[in-house]
């Protein structure tokens, strides 16, 4: 029950809003019953003749103050209210004040509202709005779980400790903790909660999640009724997130299920059916027996398991049955406490292709176009394979009519596959396209590279302004870029710009510039050996032309797709080892000539236990190793411009003193080596260098040594 206490020298009428729901209740008019223990010693008049009113007057809003208020500013409170002073007032019968009341309790910032007339003068009406606030969230914890589990609960409740606390927010809390336990396979997960004030702080409270996870829900068997054509494994097999549990048993589950029954075939069947000569066959006889899911979690997932129900339904329409569809599907758990899933099939008629006829095709014949289709009639009806053929679904793989078209420089090219005829199981097609102008490649722009140069990313761009646009380009140009690795690959934009006023395109590449050095360090201590370590670096970015420009080096001069790669090795005193390499992918800046050249030097040391007991290296036992390599690479145009040949030179020189590395008879001295590497090469993988999902990728190199003992009758 609400309740006010009263001025001495005032009468107060009230609208409220009672306590204790989140819904919105009816708003009603009461005069409140005076608690103070003195009397009243004076009531305004004109108060109490505004109460007593039964004849609607129009009055005026004075002033307007708001109490009760603990945490929200009175003015914010008041502009939400609605009300604002000089308003024109009808009371009794006016809605003002109801509005004011509505528009604050929707908020969801209070558990109560209160309007009062503290004063009238001369048709002037002040009011006071009283409210209390809800409480607010002090903190709040979770029983009955894992540690590692608190951290994603706090993440996926929502709750922001010093936020309202509403019966709303602690609804989706609990709601959201199911969830999170039933993803995790915990079917009947409950949570408890409790809302406790926190005696540290004004109106806040402490909010308490016990949760109680129960037993883990695994799916034992997944039951399919009504598929005739399509066997039970091959349905299951589509179901990538709703997995069964591993199974051996001697006896097999014999559930009834409310949409028939499953006849298991016999022993004598499997053996009359020749089905031990299939291994299809053999496992569809051992599943009910024996079933072997060494990687499967079989926890059940609503979300994939919706998903698995799309993925049957889309592997039976590329079977020809495009009237498929799961009637009904349940789960439920058995007596052994394991989860159970039911579903009902649907098969329909399988269809076939009847007669395709194209429309609308002035460019290419219907032979050609029939050609790259590659559906002829009789051909089991897939309509996934229709459109993909058609270019409805664009594939990095092209090969489809869209591509044939938008290759040729026709952007606006549409094709649109009309069921003209369906009988018996018999489908008929017209394939009706427009081609559309051809379009010129207009502009080229180029944005988000801060810090790699333009021409770097143009270069590898092979869409030029003046040539007809091509899909093909656009997709090889994404490639090209994602090679480079100085931008993040899933971020790589590229967006055709029609201008259908002068038939060209403008294409925008966008780019977001992530790190690609590298930084290689290593440290250890070895007992007679000392310090070891390996410190490296590679500047995958790097700009020789940039290196005298102080204002370039942060902390190096970067931006022109050079490679500068040093690195130290230190083994102690038994080995040292120092690289240098520098590559320029586009030697001249004009083809995709590459120069590479490195240095490395190399020291190996031997020794032995000294007079003191310990072990020591000697420069009277060593091998000294000094190499060069310059190598040019090529990008090839036949047999396609995937392949690079590339050559290298190669000299390494051996300084030995007492170091038999060759043979026993050779341990002191100097040998030079030089050699000659041919390398033919074929990437085409991508279009994520790290990850690709399409091409290949092969190596193919010879090393060839001048024969030294020809030409020096010494060596032997």
């Known amino acids: 029950m609400l309740f006010a206490a ?59 103050k708001i109490t009760g208020t603990k945490y929200l500013d009175e003015q914010l409170l ?97 709601q959201a903790i199911q969830k999170y336990y039933t993803e995790k396979g915990f079917q009947s997960a409950q949570v408890r909660v409790e809302e406790v004030p926190d005696p540290s702080k004004t109106n806040t409270v402490t909010v308490v999640f016990n949760v109680n996870r129960g037993a883990k829900v695994r799916i034992n068997e997944v039951n399919f009724y009504g598929n005739q054509s399509v066997t039970e494994l091959r349905l299951k097999k589509q179901m990538k997130g709703t997995k069964e549990m591993t199974k051996i048993t001697i006896h097999p589950s014999d559930v009834t299920s409310t949409y028939g029954e499953n006849t298991k075939q016999s022993f004598k069947e499997y053996l009359k059916d020749f089905g031990f000569l299939s291994i299809t066959k053999t496992k569809e006889y051992l599943d009910p027996y024996f079933r072997f899911k060494l990687f499967s979690s079989a926890k059940f997932n609503e979300t994939k398991y919706n998903e698995d129900k799309e993925k049957i339904l889309q592997y039976y329409n590329s079977l020809g049955f495009r009237d498929a569809a799961i009637v009904a599907d349940t789960h439920y758990i058995n007596n052994r406490g394991s989860l159970n899933v039911d579903l009902k099939v649907n098969e329909g008629n399988r269809y076939y292709f009847g007669d395709i006829t194209w429309r609308g095709n002035t460019k290419y014949s219907d032979s050609i176009l029939n050609l790259i289709l590659g559906i002829k009639k009789g051909d089991i009806y897939n309509a996934k394979n229709l459109n993909t053929k058609l270019g409805k679904e664009v594939t990095a793989e092209g090969g489809d009519i869209s591509n044939l078209y938008q290759d040729d420089g026709y952007l606006f090219f549409q094709v649109d596959p009309i069921e003209t005829a369906v009988y018996n199981d018999t489908i008929d097609y017209e394939i009706r396209l427009r081609e559309g102008p051809q379009a010129t490649i207009k502009n080229i722009t180029i944005s988000g590279n801060e810090k790699t140069k333009e021409h770097v990313i143009r270069r590898e761009i092979r869409t030029l302004p003046g040539e007809k646009f091509s899909r093909s380009d656009l997709i090889r140009s994404n490639r090209e870029i994602a090679q480079l690795g100085y931008f993040n690959q899933e971020k790589i934009g590229i967006n055709p710009v029609p201008n259908p006023e002068d038939g060209t395109v403008d294409i925008q590449y966008t780019v977001e510039e ?147 590395l060759f043979v026993s008879s050779f341990d002191s001295g100097v040998s030079n080596n030089v050699n000659v590497k041919f390398a033919l090469s074929r990437n085409s993988a991508g279009p994520n260098p790290m990850f690709p999902v399409s091409g290949s990728n092969f190596l193919l190199s010879a090393q060839f040594t001048p024969p030294y003992s020809l030409f020096n009758k010494k060596i032997s």
């Open 514 to 660: 992530r790190s690609s050095d590298q930084l290689e360090l290593s440290a250890g201590w070895g007992g007679g050996i000392g310090l070891t370590g390996t410190l490296g670096v590679s500047f995958n970015n790097f700009s020789i032309n940039n290196i005298w420009n102080k204002k370039a080096w942060d902390p190096l001069p970067t931006g022109d797709g050079q490679k500068l790669s040093l690195r130290v090795q230190s083994n102690g005193r038994a080995y040292q080892s120092y690289n240098f390499s520098f590559t320029e992918p586009w030697l001249g800046g004009k083809k995709r000539n590459s120069l590479t050249v490195s240095l490395y030097k190399s020291v190996f040391r031997t020794g032995g236990i000294g007079s003191d007991g310990r072990y020591f290296f000697s420069d009277s036992n060593r091998l000294k190793n000094f190499g060069a390599t310059i190598a040019l690479g090529k990008q090839l145009k036949w047999p396609d411009d995937f392949f690079t040949l590339v050559y290298s030179l190669n000299y390494t020189q051996y300084k030995l003193i007492n170091y038999p």
């Open 78 to 174: 008041i502009s939400i209210s609605g009300l604002t002073p000089g308003d024109k007032l009808t009371i009794p019968g006016g809605d003002n004040f109801s509005k004011a009341i509505n528009n604050l309790w929707r908020q969801n910032l209070f558990s109560n509202v209160q309007i009062f007339f503290t004063n009238v003068t001369d048709g002037v009406v002040d009011l006071e709005i009283n409210v209390t606030e809800r409480p607010r969230l002090s903190k709040f914890s979770f029983k009955g779980v894992r540690k590692s589990d608190i951290e994603e609960l706090t993440k996926k409740s929502g709750l922001v400790k010093g936020r309202v606390v509403t019966e709303n927010t602690k609804i989706s809390a609990v």
């Open 6 to 64: 009263f001025p001495a020298s005032s009468q107060v009428i009230t609208d409220t809003i009672p306590q204790a729901t989140d819904s919105v209740p009816q708003v009603t008019d009461t005069v409140p019953e005076s608690t103070d223990t003195v009397p009243p010693t004076s009531i305004d008049p004109q108060l109490l003749e505004l109460t007593n009113a039964r004849v609607p007057k129009e009055y005026t809003l004075g002033k307007i």
